[in-house]
């Protein structure tokens, strides 16, 4: 019951004060419910991020304990987990050390560290975008040739370089570009997948508040 | 073996010297091309030349640090933009990586150079959990969902919070995302609270955004860094984004290059043929 039944009523219970409460003023009792509400949500999000320190502790702990394959790279993990973490928690009263402004050690590894890791990390993107665009984009069926000219042709539009050489052609190229392409198919497109995406959304959102849809409690 | 059998199995490394070379040179030997605006910048910037002065925005850092070079120079510049119309900001992040530490350094970099005072003219409420719920409960109360500003200073302490209870007292929400947070402030924000909104984003989500231009939730979009380029121009402070656009235009015009050439040998040698036989 605790496993099931408890967690499916509350879903139902939560999901039906929010949808209902849609409909009413902020200052109604529907209404200051379903703000109580959101901020259990944002408190328990926070719970989701502590379960979530706790998850990879436990996994890569166990990883160094055992000296699996890798272990070096694990506790490097939890080396850096803690570093960053423990200093940032600590109030910035007792020290400017501690706490997450500007001079503390968290803003200092963020910055230092973290910061430039992850834009080198995503900027090694374009060098196997440029790899992989020369060996496999290439012009195998109709609907791959349309697709590659209409990449060329939108990525010269968007560097200067790139609009200079096509301004180079009569009939204003960039402006057809951003007004049938990206105004015209791309939009139609990009409509149908957004109105898609929230009709699935809403459907699932009530299959969980109905408790047909049971796959979050690891039930099939 | 032929040029083009050669060009087909050229070694990535090759590939990634050219790109390497591309991303150097143009900080080398700059060379400056006229960017022109699209209509979408010219509207986000024309909606906020709009605004009355002195009126209360919002400034969201909804990216992480990989994108700080599409993302950065847009939050910096609007920062520029709204504080020369002595715009009280307020800054927040739904990204718990990064968001609210970037909103704390770029704000207090350029609150410097206008004499803003942290406080009296802007404010970072920092992370908290759970977009959805975040982004509707401040609907209600800004101080329910953030009852603490980013550093811990309770939000009833902070002069600029007094007259702010909830979207009403907020003129305009300027989101720069490189991630779905974006869909968020517009589903939930704009469609339920009215707030007229602005979007940056990466050059790879702008697509998606466009829907939401045309059906006017967004009153403008800067897309990546040639959106970011643009606005800097617009707002008369050229800054990253605009150095940016030579290395941009050479890797994209290099890609093209090995895209036509990987083509070119890919029919010079037959390869179709096989495939369709």
Same mark, same amino acid.
């Given at each position: 019951?605790?496993?099931?039944?408890? /967690?499916?009523?509350?879903?139902?219970?939560?999901?039906?004060?929010?949808?209902?409460?849609?409909?009413?003023?902020?200052?109604?009792?529907?209404?200051?419910?379903?703000?109580?509400?959101k901020i259990w949500l944002t408190i328990v999000g926070g719970f989701t991020l502590l379960l979530g320190v706790v998850s990879i502790t436990?996994?890569? %702990?166990?990883?160094?304990?055992?000296?699996?394959?890798? %272990?070096?790279?694990k506790l490097l993990t939890l080396v850096s987990i803690f570093a960053m973490a423990i200093p940032a928690i600590l109030p910035a009263s007792w020290s400017p050390l501690f706490g997450r402004n500007p001079g503390s050690?968290?803003? %200092?590894?963020?910055?230092?560290?973290?910061? /430039?890791m992850m834009a080198t990390m995503?900027?090694?993107?374009?060098?196997?975008?440029?790899?992989?665009?020369?060996?496999?984009?290439?012009?195998?069926?109709?609907?791959?040739?349309?697709l590659l000219l209409t990449a060329t042709v939108v990525m010269l539009w968007r560097v200067p370089m790139g609009e200079a050489f096509l301004n180079l052609f009569p009939g204003n190229i960039p402006e057809f570009l951003n007004t049938y392409v990206m105004n015209g198919a791309n939009l139609a497109v990009q409509r149908g997948i957004i109105i898609g995406a929230a009709l699935g959304a809403a459907s699932m959102s009530l299959r969980i508040i109905l408790g047909i849809e049971r796959t979050y409690m690891g039930k099939g | 073996m032929s040029f083009?059998?050669?060009?087909?199995?050229?070694?990535?490394?090759?590939?990634?010297?050219?790109?390497?070379?591309?991303?150097?040179?143009?900080?080398?030997?700059?060379?400056?091309?006229?960017?022109?605006?699209?209509?979408?910048?010219?509207?986000?910037?024309?909606?906020?030349?709009?605004?009355?002065?002195?009126?209360?925005?919002?400034?969201?850092?909804?990216?992480?640090?990989?994108?700080?070079?599409?993302?950065?120079?847009?939050?910096?510049?609007?920062?520029?933009?709204?504080?020369?119309?002595?715009?009280?900001?307020?800054?927040l992040s739904n990204i718990p990586l990064g968001g609210p530490s970037m909103a704390e350094s770029v704000t207090r970099e350029i609150a410097r150079e206008y004499g803003k005072v942290y *406080?009296?003219?802007?404010?970072?409420?920092?992370?908290?959990?759970?977009?959805?719920?975040?982004?509707?409960?401040? *609907?209600?109360?800004?101080?329910?969902?953030?009852?603490?500003?980013?550093?811990g200073t309770p939000l009833s302490e902070i002069p600029m919070m007094d007259s702010i209870v909830n979207?009403?007292?907020?003129?305009?929400?300027?989101?720069?995302?490189?991630?779905?947070t974006a869909d968020y402030w517009v589903s939930i924000?704009?469609?339920?609270?009215?707030?007229?909104?602005?979007?940056?984003?990466?050059?790879?989500?702008?697509?998606?955004?466009?829907?939401?231009? *045309?059906?006017?939730?967004?009153?403008?979009?800067?897309?990546?860094?040639?959106?970011?380029?643009?606005?800097?121009?617009?707002?008369?402070?050229?800054?990253k984004a605009v150095i940016g656009m030579g290395v941009q235009s050479l890797v994209h015009l290099l890609i093209i290059a090995l895209v036509i050439l990987g083509n070119i040998s890919y029919f010079v040698l037959g390869k179709h043929k096989r495939r369709l036989s």
């Open positions: 019951m605790l496993k099931t039944t408890v /967690p499916v009523g509350v879903a139902f219970l939560s999901g039906i004060a929010l949808m209902v409460s849609f409909f009413f003023r902020e200052n109604t009792f529907v209404g200051s419910i379903s703000q109580d509400l436990r996994v890569n %702990w166990q990883a160094v304990k055992n000296r699996k394959e890798g %272990w070096g790279y050690i968290y803003h %200092w590894l963020f910055t230092y560290l973290d910061s /430039p995503f900027a090694t993107l374009a060098f196997y975008i440029a790899s992989a665009a020369y060996r496999a984009f290439r012009a195998r069926t109709a609907e791959s040739t349309i | 083009w059998e050669k060009a087909e199995q050229i070694d990535r490394r090759w590939v990634y010297l050219m790109v390497g070379l591309a991303v150097i040179v143009p900080f080398i030997v700059p060379a400056e091309f006229p960017i022109s605006i699209t209509p979408e910048s010219r509207m986000l910037y024309d909606a906020i030349e709009e605004l009355p002065d002195s009126c209360t925005v919002m400034v969201v850092f909804d990216y992480y640090p990989s994108t700080i070079a599409e993302c950065e120079p847009m939050t910096r510049t609007a920062l520029h933009h709204f504080w020369r119309k002595d715009c009280k900001v307020i800054t *406080g009296e003219d802007f404010v970072n409420l920092g992370y908290k959990a759970n977009y959805v719920a975040v982004l509707s409960g401040m *609907g209600t109360s800004i101080e329910s969902i953030f009852p603490t500003d980013n550093s979207y009403e007292q907020v003129s305009f929400i300027f989101e720069v995302a490189d991630n779905a924000v704009n469609a339920q609270y009215g707030v007229p909104m602005g979007c940056g984003t990466t050059a790879v989500s702008a697509p998606k955004y466009y829907a939401f231009v *045309g059906s006017g939730q967004f009153v403008g979009l800067l897309g990546g860094m040639k959106g970011a380029a643009e606005y800097e121009m617009l707002v008369g402070k050229k800054g």
